[in-house]
């Protein structure tokens, strides 16, 4: 599977916008991009995901880079709830055999939110 | 409501006696997954499922066994738990595996300590 890198930690203050970037330099034509979060003592909780056009959602944006090399998870007034572990994931298609298309979890970028 | 409910939430149990963990989602979903997490070693999938009698290993399976009979259920086995395996269990529904129509739903995870 295609690997990402993300930040171990960021930081926002309530009420502004957090960017949170990924890189996935090794990403092949049919890999979805994903983001998960997980909050404490939660399970992983689903985002956003696209493929090569930018996306909206009521829980956030993604803006995926031209050439798909990176992407930015945008929440657009961070709360103190938004405080998680965010996941960049690349997913395959389905119509790929072994494990490609499994949601493999990286370390993720620990957002803390401070009031 | 959509949701993925495992069974139980906490368990204490002994080295060597059999126990299982249960699974049920009620989407209809074709993909299901077992993922543990560890500090340090986040999240990782241990077996998979994309249809009904069909599974497969993920990336640590060792020691564990699943069985996918009826769509809903995806219960994960361990024959003889051992204190390697005192671990945070998730499970995880998904339309399908890959691609655009991944957003996968989790349990609220099963805290299982083998003493």
């Known amino acids: 599977d295609a690997k990402t890198t993300q930040p171990n930690s960021m930081e926002s203050n309530e009420e502004e916008p957090v960017h949170l970037p990924c890189n996935h330099s090794?990403?092949?034509?049919?890999?979805?991009i994903h983001w998960y979060r997980q909050l404490p003592s939660q399970g992983p909780e689903y985002v956003i995901h696209?493929?090569?056009s930018n996306v909206n959602n009521r829980m956030a944006s993604l803006a995926i880079a031209e050439d798909r090399k990176s992407s930015t998870l945008i929440l657009h007034r961070a709360t103190l709830r938004d405080a998680a572990v965010y996941y960049c994931?690349?997913?395959?298609?389905?119509?790929?055999?072994?494990?490609?298309?499994?949601?493999?979890f990286g370390k993720g970028t620990k957002l803390s939110v401070k009031p | 409501e959509a949701q993925v409910t495992q069974n139980p939430r906490y368990l204490i149990t002994v080295t060597g006696k059999k126990l299982t963990v249960t699974c049920s989602q009620n989407?209809?979903?074709?993909?299901m997954s077992w993922y543990r997490q560890d500090p340090g070693l986040g999240l990782r999938q241990i077996y998979y499922?994309?249809?009904?009698?069909?599974?497969d290993k993920g990336d640590v399976p060792e020691g564990y066994k699943v069985s996918r009979k009826e769509k809903r259920n995806f219960p994960l086995i361990l024959e003889s738990p051992s204190p390697n395996q005192t671990s945070l269990y998730f499970c995880?529904?998904?339309?399908?595996?890959?691609?655009?129509?991944?957003?996968?739903?989790f349990g609220q995870g099963t805290r299982l300590t083998v003493v």
């Open positions: 994931i690349l997913s395959a298609s389905m119509n790929y055999g072994g494990s490609q298309g499994n949601l493999i």
């Open positions: 995880a529904s998904s339309l399908s595996r890959g691609g655009m129509n991944t957003e996968a739903f």
């Open positions: 499922s994309m249809n009904v009698e069909v599974t």
């Open positions: 696209g493929l090569t």
């Open positions: 989407m209809n979903h074709e993909y």
């Open positions: 090794t990403i092949s034509g049919t890999d979805y």
